[in-house]
């Protein structure tokens, strides 16, 4: 049973504003290609971290055909919230909607963790490393506090807790300090995000080590649409 990682698929199979990716080189064909790469690597017993821009869908219902493409794909799926995520409703709604929709292998994490194999998947979207005005503020705080609670509920457990984040809490010289000293003050040892798109920002991404933690970009376009192993 491994446990795999991906960010970005932003799936336009949906009713909903049709969006393309054109505008960043690599993105030629990426639903057939996440397809592949996807049926290639994962198992049914596997599971496999969708942080965040997983459709275009604007409203829930118009996710549909994006939720009944990964329902199709082998394995368990644990979604969380990215900025593009506009269909995120309630937990209570998400889950209800996908219970009365069949889509089984999908869950997502929002204020809980979910344990697979020997690893305690936590996490949220997390904000912006430059947040100044009290709007942006009022989320990150927001966000730090999911975060929080999602590594706590980790630590009950004698699992290691992994954290799936969607925005990147360090890129280039800028921090997210907030997102940081939850990391840090909470030992986390291994932090996937996505988000980044593009060369240049691909290429200036933080991965490796840093104050301890290992950072990893797992935007779809980073990782070659193929999601990376990480237990």
């Known amino acids: 049973m491994a446990l795999y990682a991906i960010a970005d698929l932003h799936l ?36 496999v971290v969708i942080a ?12 549909f055909e994006d939720f009944k493409f990964i329902e199709s794909l082998p394995g368990k799926k644990i979604l969380l919230k990215g900025n593009h995520d506009y269909w995120w409703s309630t937990r209570k709604k998400i889950e209800t909607y996908l219970s009365d929709n069949d889509f089984s292998s999908v869950s997502i994490l929002h204020n809980s963790m979910q344990e697979v194999g020997s690893v305690a998947v936590c ?16 989320i990150l705080n927001r966000e730090v506090m999911r975060l929080e609670f999602s590594i706590s509920l980790a630590k009950k457990t004698n699992l290691e807790p992994v954290v799936f984040l969607h925005y990147p809490p360090i890129y280039r010289d800028f921090k997210c300090e907030e997102i940081l000293k939850v990391l840090t003050e909470n030992k986390i040892k291994r ?41």
């Open 12 to 47: 336009p199979l949906g009713t909903g504003e049709k969006k393309s990716m054109n505008i960043f080189n690599g993105w030629e064909n990426y639903v057939d290609r996440i397809e592949k790469n996807w049926r290639k690597l994962v198992k049914p017993e596997d599971t």
């Open 191 to 231: 932090c996937y995000y996505g988000h980044l798109h593009g060369k240049k920002s691909i290429s200036l991404a933080s991965i490796g080590e840093y104050e301890g933690i290992n950072f990893q970009l797992i935007s779809g376009d980073a990782i070659g649409f193929n999601p990376i192993l990480v237990q």
């Open 52 to 63: 965040g821009d997983f459709s275009w869908a604007m409203r829930l219902e118009e996710a």
């Open 123 to 138: 996490g949220t979207r997390g904000w912006f490393y430059d947040s100044t005005c009290e709007s942006d503020m009022k």
